[in-house]
């Protein structure tokens, strides 16, 4: 039997994305963590702004909200979040976050792919 790789990935490893809307920062993923089994980032939504519609063909995802509030939108359906609230995304189902307030969204991000797939709708 083999022994498990442990990977320690330190701040300077993360790879953040920057877009209109805000930013979302690998902290691990198959590239980040050879032979890691997820994603897991940071997405920060500025006021006012949100994502584009998308979904994830091979992975489900698992939203945490660290602070601010946002409405979440899953199929045409909606509900609202806030701090402390989690939302779990099957594979396949169109979402997307919404910042109606006046403080950036911070969530916490986990895919179970180390190869996140997304498809932008819009």
Do not use: K
Not at 13 to 41: E, K, Y
Not at 106 to 116: A, E
């Amino acid at each position: 039997m083999s022994t498990p790789v442990v990977t320690t990935i330190h701040p300077s490893d993360a790879v953040t994305q920057s877009f209109s809307w805000g930013t979302l920062r690998w902290l691990c993923n198959g590239q980040i963590a050879p032979g890691a089994l997820q994603t897991f980032g940071v997405s920060e939504i500025l006021p006012g702004e949100q994502n584009p519609l998308h979904f994830h063909p091979n992975c489900e995802e698992v939203l945490y909200v660290v602070s601010g509030e946002c409405d979440h939108s899953y199929d045409g359906a909606w509900v609202h979040l806030g701090p402390g609230s989690t939302i779990v995304i099957p594979a396949g189902v169109r979402h997307n976050l919404i910042n109606r307030g006046t403080t950036p969204v911070v969530c916490v991000i986990s895919f179970s792919s180390p190869d996140r797939q997304t498809v932008f709708l819009e």
